[in-house]
């Protein structure tokens, strides 16, 4: 959310402890336009009976691929976005029915957003901002001082925000959503494209705020599993507007130990990576269950992994790369990850893309079909909530 011309007063009065967010078979479409791929244009459904339950308290996160839905979530329960069937609640409050009681409780980052006033620097927009929120002017102060030397932004409070780079811009809307002091916050890739030092701290630091005061609740998304495994209590994957899975990090990681888990490193003597028959190939050897590819072009290799019901199918697999005319470079047993988890689950893995730096994606490692951009994309009339702020749909723009 962006600032806009409403004035929100944070309201801290206590409740009584529950859920902090609620969904009931939550759905959304979007209704694509015409196209020249899409003559009679399509139907986009990013969320499709989602029944979700955070406790106050709990560091959350929904872990997903490009496209899974986390955002249009996000949106839905930051009012947004309206549902198209369904309910949301967070703290006990309908989104649909009253967004502004809504708005008084909650916070949004998205790490791919590029709010703010141009003309403004660093310090004088998030002061402006906590200042809509309510913020007294000697507790906003020093939050903007304290949180911009950790972010280490420090040395930039006084630069215009036209000028800062996207990671900059980044940094600065991570700090402009803990000002409120929000007792839920809702966090949109926030470590996105972001270096790994920067993308830590960050990280330590939702954990610290978290710690300061209970009851504050974090809602995350993230497509690095790493992130969702290193800071949740616990994770829904989600995947095609369905969540999948949802558990703490260890219990979805041991539902699949008893099973082997295996990275290989091939290649080919065409210098190709795997074509969606080889993998399917595979796929059908004995105790196979799962088999992702991603492609490695620096290295002109594949990795592989596999997930197999024991250690006794090794060998087949391994016969059968042999039989589709690949060399394998390494193979090692590992540890299940949530990406093992997420494999295993729907079959391909994460696509762990290269963020750019206009937070694009590049997805093309072979393994995800029907996975690239959206064509023709209208988002206008689309039952978008009065969001009371220009950063509602940058997606609608794509
Ligand atoms: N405004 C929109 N108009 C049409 N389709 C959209 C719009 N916003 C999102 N989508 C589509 O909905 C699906 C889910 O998108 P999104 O919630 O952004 O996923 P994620 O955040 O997990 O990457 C995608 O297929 C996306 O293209
Ligand atoms: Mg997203």
């Known amino acids: ?21 609620r969904t009931e078979n939550l759905s959304r479409v979007f209704q694509v336009r015409r196209s020249r791929k899409w003559p009679r244009g399509r139907r986009v459904v990013a969320l499709d009976g989602v029944n979700l339950e955070v406790a106050e308290g709990e560091l959350f996160g929904l872990l997903g691929p490009n496209g899974a839905g986390k955002t249009t979530l996000i949106k839905i329960l930051s009012t947004l976005l309206l549902p198209t069937s369904g309910r949301a609640f967070v703290s006990g409050i309908d989104v649909a029915r009253d967004p502004f009681g809504v708005k008084q409780r909650i916070n949004i980052v998205s790490g791919g957003e590029s709010g703010g006033y141009g003309i403004l620097s660093v310090r004088e927009s998030l002061w402006m901002f906590s200042q809509l929120y309510g913020v007294s002017n000697r507790i906003a ?30 940094k600065m809307n991570f700090v402009r959503g803990f000002l409120s002091d929000p007792d839920v916050l809702f966090l949109d890739e926030p470590t996105l494209g972001l270096d790994v030092t920067t993308a830590r701290t960050l ?29 949740c209590d616990r994770v829904a994957i989600i995947d095609r507007g369905r969540i999948l899975a949802c558990d703490t990090p260890a219990s979805l990681k041991r539902q699949i130990a008893r099973q082997a888990v295996l ?3 091939v290649s080919s003597s065409d210098g190709a990576g795997l074509s969606q028959a080889d993998l399917a190939r595979l796929k059908d050897q004995p105790g196979v269950r799962e088999v992702a590819a991603r492609w490695r072009p620096e290295a002109g290799r594949t990795v592989l992994t596999a997930i197999l019901e024991a250690d006794g199918a090794i060998p087949g697999l391994v016969g059968g790369l042999s039989g589709l005319g690949l060399v394998v470079h390494s193979l090692a047993k590992e540890e ?22 206009n937070g694009d994606h590049d997805s093309r490692n072979g393994t995800l079909p029907g996975d690239g951009p959206e064509v023709g994309v209208g ?15 940058e997606s609608a723009a794509r």
Do not use: C
């Open 336 to 357: 299940p990850t949530l990406e093992d988890v997420f494999v295993k689950l729907v079959g391909r893995t994460l696509a762990e893309d290269t963020p750019t730096n």
């Open 203 to 231: 990280r330590k630091f939702v954990r610290e705020w978290m710690a300061e005061r209970p009851g504050r609740t974090v809602l995350l998304t993230t497509h690095y599993m790493a992130e969702a495994d290193e800071l």
């Open 263 to 265: 990275r290989l490193e």
């Open 379 to 393: 988002g206008a009339g689309d039952g978008e909530a009065a969001a009371g702020g220009g950063a509602a749909d």
């Open 141 to 170: 102060l020093d939050r903007i001082d304290r949180m911009l030397k950790l972010v280490g932004l420090e040395d930039d409070a006084g630069t215009l925000i036209s000028k800062l780079s996207t990671g900059m811009r980044q």
């Open 1 to 21: 959310m962006s600032t806009s011309e409403t004035r929100f007063q944070v309201d801290h009065r206590p409740r009584p402890a529950g859920l902090a967010i």
